[in-house]
């Protein structure tokens, strides 16, 4: 059988020791794995060491799960282990993780050699499913490792940040940006059990529910500054039976968190809204996020308020559902025909202005629109991400009407996969005009090809 290999390297500004650390605990596999494999760890015996077995499992293909074993048949404190697959989807697995000390830290070297149980067919199956797919593990990979291992630096002044819905997309790469930066942060989430999986180690979670009042004071105790990025689960995929909506949710929530930070003596607040915010907007979600700016701008609280557009980046659930579709289908459907005008921004530039606004006075009290440099046609931006993914499929269009009546019937499968008001909320354009921001808060903002970058291709250098 033809034997493939993959080759990936990273710098990590964090000591070998810390950095060797965070690598050989086997439950932090899953902090490195994209969400959408489900990782399941299932050992419980997680002391590295040779000889040690790594039983997990993972759902690479319609949910399906799929059995791993792995032997570490090497270990070598500080330098190096490999572990070799015992049973699991491929022929033969063998990935040798290696750790070399370097001027500002460590470079991390992962080299895989592995076999496909399709004889002939190998190579035809490894360049067009799972070449791609281990690209995209691997560029996941990095970008986890970027946000869960940051440098650390120490700010002119450390400040106590608390984010209402850190444990988000947007509102996790924010709380990632503030820890890079030296801050303290708090992260705010009704469900703080794992709250801290896509987070760096140190960042404190406080449970608090903004679909009440209680406790919500309390939690922010010691802050100096409160970001809120909330967003419900299963977003945009509203369900009233949960209280899962943008009302209860952005607008209600926003207000509950606006009235605790002002007893709670909370000199700055920071408020994550939307592009197309307003009180007369045509969509419920944009009334809704007017609600709440209101509630962030009669607080008597100095604040910032982020309009973003499309957010993309790699824990995203929109950009991310399309390449789900390409590597499970030889088509990528779409919910219409891709003609509405797109200026995707990378979340790592939403993280940046946001630390930025906590620390210039020339954020205060001011509303900023963000999107990115370049504007598009939402067809266009599925197609390069495509090509940055390794993928080539055709893009099916289909007319609005009509997948409205198919998401009528599958807003009642389990998980509500697709709701009538969502694919509103997919179809809709997402411009901007940046200028306002540039001129008060110069920037330079990332390319959709150079953010994707950052993601869905493995690391060799740098």
Known sequence: ?????????????????????????????????????????RTGDRVMRRGLVIEYRIRPLFGFPVGWTSVIDDYVPNQRFTDTQVRGPYHAWRHVHG?????????????????????????????????????????????????????????????TVAVAGGSGFVGGGIAAELARRG???????????????NLPDGVEIREADVTHSDGLTDALAGADALVIALAFPNLPMEDRSKGW????????????????????????????????????????????KWRAEEAIRGSGIDYTIVRPTWVFGP????????????????????????????????????????????????????????????????????????????????????????????????????GRPLTPPAVDFINQPAETDTRPLLDRMPRRLTTLEEGLRTYLVPRSSG
């Open 315 to 414: 824990r995203d659930v929109a950009l991310n559902r399309f390449l789900g579709f390409a590597r499970s289908l030889p088509f990528v459907p779409m919910t219409n025909f891709g003609e509405q005008r797109m200026a995707p921004v990378f979340v790592g530039d939403v993280a940046r202005l946001v630390a930025d606004a906590l620390v210039d006075d020339a954020a205060r009290n001011q509303v900023f629109e963000i999107g990115g440099p370049e504007t598009m046609a939402m067809r266009d931006v599925i197609a390069r991400t495509l090509r940055v993914a390794g993928l080539r499929r055709p893009l099916i269009p289909a007319p609005p009407a009509l997948v409205k009546i198919a998401a009528a019937v599958m807003q009642f499968l389990p």
């Open 183 to 197: 801050h303290r942060v708090i992260v705010l989430s009704h469900r703080p059990d794992h709250a801290g999986d």
């Open 99 to 159: 750790f070399n000390a370097e001027e500002g830290g460590t470079r991390v070297t992962d080299d895989v050699t592995y076999e496909l149980p399709f004889g002939p067919l190998g190579s035809i199956v490894n360049r067009f499913l799972v070449r791609p797919r281990l690209e995209q593990i691997f560029g996941y990979r990095a970008a986890a490792i970027d946000r869960l291992l940051p440098p650390r630096e120490t700010p002119e002044r450390q400040l």
């Open 245 to 288: 909506t943008f009302e209860a949710v952005d607008a209600a929530g926003t207000e509950r968190l606006a009235r605790a930070a002002k007893q709670a003596g909370v000199p700055r607040l920071v408020y994550i809204s939307g592009a197309g915010a307003a009180p007369d907007a045509q969509r419920h979600w944009f009334r809704a």
């Open 1 to 41: 059988m033809t034997a493939f290999t993959l080759h990936a390297s990273q710098h990590v500004r964090r000591s070998v020791d810390e950095t060797f650390a965070f690598f050989e605990k086997p439950e932090n596999l899953a902090r490195l794995t994209p969400d959408n494999l489900a990782f399941e760890l």
